[in-house]
Structure formats: structure tokens, C-alpha cells
């Protein structure tokens, strides 16, 4: 039995499969209800502000919009990894680790070597997640191992291995260069100059995933990867090479996150994985693959780091935040087995008039 | 030609074989014997490691570490074996722990305080199956979702506080073993679940029903088989038994708190695939989850007395779960080689 029948074996309960069925005017009609969809979040995030506002009106204030773009910045960042993953019907659940260990090892080599470049800094941090996300890579395309397990033991592998290097050492912001810290404070009005750059980067992660080839490739390798084999997608090339950038992705985002917290010992990033796996969901990604944009992850990022915010304002005890977050998840992925729902009936209408 | 395709076919019967599970005794046996090798071997590490090893004090130390998740491994093996998962499990024992918390420091007397969190815990069980099994929502995304809302609601019970003046009599638990025995409480329940457990999915319509919705759900219902019942019960079962061992850790510890057990979840879940337990259900059992709760406790323990970190105890616990799929991964892969190798032999001889 190969992996692919385990594979649509193991989730019968993929609603988009049937989409595909129909041809033409219907993939606008599609496309059309996906967008409300991350319109639809947009909404909940612009009625959560206005109401916050309107209350605390201190909470648009420049220093408070900084905190929650630059926590945003960080998850948007991890986000778009991850949705190139679970757009193929993957999930990597390493990220927090890889996140650690970049932002110890490459904070710490201002510690090791005066007058290290910056650009050398970043470039280790990413390095080190590349090597990670190959590895994961290697293991799940070519060792036919489903990606829940073996991120699941590179979540508990990479960890282990940065407790080992960073044993009870610590690094500090007063041992870190202010061009390297300046690079998550330095801001243009409230808005921090990363984020921006990492905007652009989803955008273009987001562009490449929705019309290149290989970004496509996914996405029909999370709707149906028998399909996907069958009209002649390398398959396991694909799912490497999303692997490997979610890896180096969170190995920049590690490099961000020390520079943003300045203080990293060995728990950097620990239980991000399932942060980022919400903000995923909540953005409109499907968990079982095929459809959703890292735009829409982003927003889902945004909006979760805005309600911790709100809450924060708005004088809530900041005990609801973990309980609103595990709920929104649910509320969305139920929403988007309504819509999937939803679309299946009306499509087998419109097919039908078609044919009649 | 002929010869090369009887020989595919014949690979992909094996591999099937190998899939479908429960009936392939062989393949099992394999897989558990190797456990206990790795079992044996890592006692007899251990005692070389350390004077102190092979100790009843120390066999103590062992079975309070692992207890715990052992116990919430064994619903959740079930639950692997029907085909979902269930992630909630550590956030259900955080949420218990933090109720038992909440009612004592409230006034209850704990007699009453252990059917209520009991009683909840199969209430945050059903809220698992009704999403699962009513809404038909993926059981990863629910499960994920629940482990972050039942620790939240934890979170709003207890907040920051740390209840521990609960009473001697129980906390005893987590300092004295069972008279007459090396073995804490928590290993002692541990194995009678397990054999409650054990009869109940190899020895039952009930468990090879399990076995047959882990391998194809669809023929599983076409045969009559109610797998949504039969899933509902098993995370009500899962939420149950997880607030069991919450009742447990709290007495254990001598302390209540929101972030009890916080990510355990992944603990229970390397188990249950250490076990040989498939991911993508059907497969399994649960000797092999004794087997490796036992090894987990073993190796863990043997590094401990050998001065390795412990925060780093994960790079074993990973490099374990990762043999433990590549293992039976690496006979497919061979197999699907060998039968690549036949074939191209074949040609090359008709050609020649």
C-alpha cells in the first residue's frame, strides 16, 4: 500500500475535493466565496479595533500599534512557511525549535566574534533553518514519513540540540550591537521597517504560491496527491522544497526574534508551533490541504497578536487570550466546512441547470 | 513480464498485509519483541550506568515519571488506531488538575471534588467526538483548537494561583508506592487500564471494530459498524481517563496549577506511535504501548542518573520516535526496491 492511498485513506472528510469536478464560470464563483472568506476575517479584525478603540482610545496609539506589528511581524513571517506546508497537505510542527535554535546561535556570535557582520548574522540564522527544513525535507519526501510525525520528533530533536549548545548560557541585549537591535525598532511613523519588509515578503510568497508553477504544484498536491502524481507533478520535489523554506524561513524569523526580544536562552519560540498552525487555520487555510494564501495567514497572525492586544487595553485579564485563540480556531474551521459545504451544494446546482 | 508483475503484486499483498494489521501476528510480533530488545538493552545501560539504577526506590522514580502519560497514551492509542487523534489529551489533565484546584480551594470535599472532574472530563471528551464526529471537522485542527482553549479555560479558573494544601492522605501518592510494591499508584492503575484496555480492542466485536474504522472507515460503516458512535466514545473515553490521570499528577505533585503537564501531549503521542501504533490508524496494540512507556521511563531515567541534561531528554525521545517510523518504513522501501531490482533483472535477461 503506498503512502498516497494512507494518505486520502486517513481523511475522508476532505470537503473541496468535488470543486474540481466542474468546469469553468464555477472556479470564479469559487474563488469569489474564498476571497469573502478572507474579507470575512478582515471584517472581524477591523469590528475588533473599532470597538477597542472606542473604548481605549490609547490603544491606536503609535507605540502600541508598534508592539502588535511587530509581534505580528514574526508570525506572519512563520505563517507563510507553514502555509506553503499545509497547502500540501502537510503540517510542520518544528518551526518553534528551528526559531530557538537560529536566534541562540546566530545573537550569540556577537558574543564569540566582535565586529561580526550583520548580513553574516542573518545568513547563519537562515542557514541553520535551511539545513533543519532540509532535513525534515529529506525525512518526509524521500523517506515516505508523514510530516506529523517527523516534525513532531524534529520538534523534540532541534529542541534537544539547542539545550545542548545553549546549556544555561543566555544572551543579553547589552552584548548585542545596536545596528542589530535596530533592525526590529528602527520605524517609519508607528510602523516598524520590518514589517514592511516582511509584508513584502508575504506578498510575494503569496504571488509566487498562486502563480508560478511550482507554487501551484502544491496546492494540487494538497487537493489530491494521486492526482498530482498521475499528471506528472514531482511530487516529492515539491514537498521537499516547501519543507526547506519553511525551515529558513523560521531561521530568519529566529534572527528577527532576537533582535526584537534581545534576551534568548534555550526556550525561544517554545509552543509556537501551534500558535502559528492557529493563525494558519483562522487565515483560511485548509488543514487538510489545497486551498488558502499566506495573505490570508497573515491577517489570521494579525488578527490573533491584535486580540492579546485588546484584551491587554482593554483591561480583560489576559487569561482569556490563550481560551478566545483555541476557540476562534475551532469557529473557523468549522465556518470553513459550512462554506465547503455550502459550495459543493450550490455548484451541483449550477451543474446541473448547465446540463438541463 | 508476467514474472516481474506476480512479483510486484506479490509485494503490494505484503505491504497491504502490513497496513491492515491487527490480523498480521507476525509483522507484530516483530515489532514488540524489537521493543523489548530495546527495553532490555536500555536496563542493562542503565545498570552499568549507575549503582543506583536497578533499585526499588529507583523503579519508584521511573513509574511516577512516565505514569501520568502512559495512562492518557492509552485511550489515545485507541482513538490512533480508529484513524483520528486526539492533541487535547495533556490540556484535558491541565484543565483537571486546575477544577480539582478550583473546588478544593473553594471548600468541596475532595470526595466530591473527583466525580466532578471525572464527570468534566468526559464532558471536554464529548466536546472532542461532537466536532469530530457531528460537524465531520478534521480531528488534528479540533484537537489543536481544544488544546488551546481547555488550557485557556484552566488559565481562567486558576489564573497564577498555585493551590497545594490539599490533604496528606492523598498526596501520599506521589512519595509512597503501593504497599507491598516498588510500583507508584499511577503504574499500578496504568496496568489495570492497560489490561481493561488490552482485552477490549484485541479481544472484542467492540475493538476489532476499532481496528476496522482505522483501516477503512467506509467499509467499516457499509459492514453496519456505527464508527461515529464508536469514535464520540472513544474521546469521551479519552477525556475521562485524561482527567484521571489529572486527579493523579495533581495528588502526585501536591500541587494544582494551569500549566500542569503543558505539553505532554507530544510525550503521550511519541508513545503511542513508539509503540508501533500507525499514524494513519489500523494498526497497533497495547502491549506495545506498555512496552514503551516502560522504555521512555527506562532510557529516560538511565540519562538522568548519567548527568545528561534533562530539558535535552528530547533529542532521544525524538531520535526513538523517529527509528520507531522509519523501521517498518525501511521494509516497505526495501521491498518496493527489490521488486524494482527483479523487474530490471528480468528485461536485462530477455534482452540478452
Redesign the interface.
Known amino acids: ?1 503506498t503512502l498516497i492511498e ?2 486520502s ?5 476532505n470537503s473541496g475535493s468535488s470543486v474540481e469536478l466542474v468546469p469553468s464560470g464555477a472556479s470564479k464563483f469559487t474563488s469569489l466565496v474564498f476571497r469573502a472568506r478572507e474579507f470575512g476575517i478582515f471584517g472581524i479584525l477591523f469590528i475588533f479595533v473599532l470597538l477597542t478603540t472606542a473604548i481605549k482610545p490609547r490603544f491606536l496609539a503609535g507605540q502600541n500599534i508598534k508592539f502588535i506589528l511587530i509581534d505580528t511581524t514574526i508570525f506572519a513571517l512563520l505563517a507563510l512557511g507553514e502555509t506553503m506546508v499545509v497547502v500540501s497537505k502537510n ?1 510542520d510542527l518544528s518551526i518553534g525549535s528551528i526559531l530557538g535554535l537560529s536566534a541562540f546561535v546566530s545573537s550569540n556570535l556577537y558574543q564569540q566574534f566582535h565586529h561580526v557582520s550583520i548580513v553574516f548574522v542573518f545568513a547563519v540564522g537562515i542557514g541553520i533553518g535551511l539545513v533543519l527544513g532540509v532535513v525534515n525535507g529529506v ?1 518526509i519526501a524521500f ?4 510530516s ?3 516534525t ?6 532541534f ?3 539547542d ?2 549548545i545553549v ?1 544555561g548560557r543566555q544572551v543579553v541585549a547589552s552584548s548585542l550591537p545596536s545596528n542589530f537591535l535596530s533592525v526590529t525598532s528602527a520605524s517609519f511613523g508607528a510602523i516598524p521597517i520590518i514589517s514592511i519588509v516582511v509584508a513584502i515578503v508575504v506578498f510575494g510568497g503569496a504571488y509566487y504560491l498562486k502563480n508560478y508553477r511550482s507554487g501551484r504544484d502544491l496546492y494540487a498536491i494538497g487537493s489530491s496527491e494521486q492526482a498530482a502524481g498521475l499528471v506528472g507533478i514531482p511530487i516529492a520535489k515539491r514537498v521537499f522544497t516547501a519543507f526547506a523554506i519553511s525551515g529558513a524561513i523560521a531561521g530568519l524569523a529566529g534572527v528577527i526574534w532576537a533582535s526584537y526580544y534581545g534576551t534568548i536562552d ?1 526556550t525561544a519560540g ?2 509556537y508551533e ?1 500558535t502559528v ?2 493563525a494558519v ?1 483562522v487565515g483560511g487555510v485548509a ?2 490541504g489545497g486551498s488558502g494564501s499566506a495573505i490570508g495567514a497573515a491577517i489570521g497572525a494579525l488578527l490573533l497578536n491584535t486580540i492579546n492586544s485588546s484584551l491587554y487595553v482593554l483591561g480583560v ?1 489576559a ?9 476562534l ?2 469557529l473557523a ?2 465556518l470553513d ?1 459550512g462554506i465547503g459545504l455550502y459550495l459543493a451544494k450550490s455548484l451541483r446546482k449550477r451543474s446541473s441547470r448547465v446540463a438541463s | 513480464m508476467l514474472q516481474a508483475e506476480t512479483i510486484e503484486l506479490k509485494d503490494d499483498i505484503d505491504s497491504n498485509r502490513g497496513a491492515k494489521g491487527s490480523f498480521d501476528v507476525r509483522s507484530l510480533v516483530r515489532w514488540e519483541s524489537g521493543l523489548g530488545i530495546v527495553l532490555i538493552a536500555s536496563l542493562i545501560i542503565g545498570t552499568v550506568a549507575s549503582p543506583q539504577f536497578l533499585t526499588s526506590a529507583n523503579f519508584f522514580n521511573i513509574g511516577l515519571s512516565v505514569g501520568d502519560i502512559a495512562i492518557m497514551a492509552l485511550p489515545l492509542t485507541l482513538i490512533v488506531i480508529s484513524g483520528e487523534i486526539d492533541l487535547s489529551v495533556a490540556s484535558i489533565l491541565g484543565l483537571s488538575s486546575s477544577l480539582l484546584g478550583f473546588l478544593w480551594i473553594h471548600g468541596w470535599p475532595i470526595q466530591l471534588i473527583i466525580p466532578v472532574v471525572l464527570i468534566d472530563g468526559a464532558i471536554l471528551g464529548f466536546i472532542n467526538g461532537f466536532l469530530v464526529t457531528k460537524l465531520g471537522l478534521p480531528s488534528l485542527a479540533v484537537t489543536i483548537g481544544t488544546l488551546t482553549l481547555y488550557r485557556g479555560i484552566a488559565l481562567i479558573l486558576l489564573g497564577s494561583n498555585i493551590v497545594s494544601n490539599f490533604p496528606a492522605s492523598y498526596t501520599t501518592i506521589g512519595v509512597n508506592p503501593i504497599p507491598g510494591t516498588p510500583l507508584p499508584w499511577s503504574v499500578g492503575i496504568f496496568l489495570i487500564l492497560a489490561l481493561i484496555f488490552g482485552v477490549v480492542a484485541h479481544f472484542t466485536p467492540l475493538g476489532r471494530s476499532i481496528f476496522a474504522i482505522g483501516s477503512n472507515s467506509e467499509a467499516a460503516a457499509y459492514s453496519g459498524i456505527k464508527v461515529k458512535q464508536i469514535k464520540m466514545r472513544l474521546y469521551i473515553l479519552s477525556g475521562v481517563v485524561c482527567s484521571l490521570a489529572g486527579i493523579l499528577f495533581t495528588f502526585r505533585l501536591a500541587t494544582a496549577e494551569y500549566d500542569n503537564a503543558t505539553g505532554l501531549e507530544l510525550n503521550a503521542v511519541s508513545i503511542v506511535l513508539l509503540a508501533g501504533v500507525s499514524i494513519f490508524g489500523g494498526r497497533g496494540t497495547i502491549i506495545g504501548v506498555v512496552l514503551a512507556a516502560a522504555t521512555v521511563g527506562a532510557i529516560g531515567n538511565a540519562l538522568l542518573l548519567a548527568n545528561f541534561p534533562q530539558q535535552a531528554m528530547g533529542l532521544i525521545n525524538g531520535g526513538l520516535l523517529l527509528i520507531s517510523v522509519f523501521v517498518p518504513n525501511a521494509r516497505e522501501l526495501f521491498g518496493r526496491l527489490r521488486g524494482h531490482y527483479a523487474r530490471r533483472r528480468l528485461v536485462g535477461l530477455r534482452r540478452g
Not at chain 1, 143 to 146: E, I, N
Not at chain 1, 152 to 157: D, Q
Request: hydrophobic share 55%; glycine share 10%.
Open positions: 500500500m494512507q494518505n485513506q486517513s481523511n475522508p472528510s503540517v525525512l523517506g515516505r514519513v508523514p506529523l510525525v517527523v513532531l520528533a524534529s520538534l523534540y530533536i529542541r534537544g540540540l539545550v545542548l546549556g534555550s517554545t509552543g501551534f498552525v492557529t487555520v488543514i487538510f485579564s487569561f482569556w487570550d490563550q481560551a478566545i485563540s483555541g476557540l480556531l475551532i474551521i468549522a466546512r
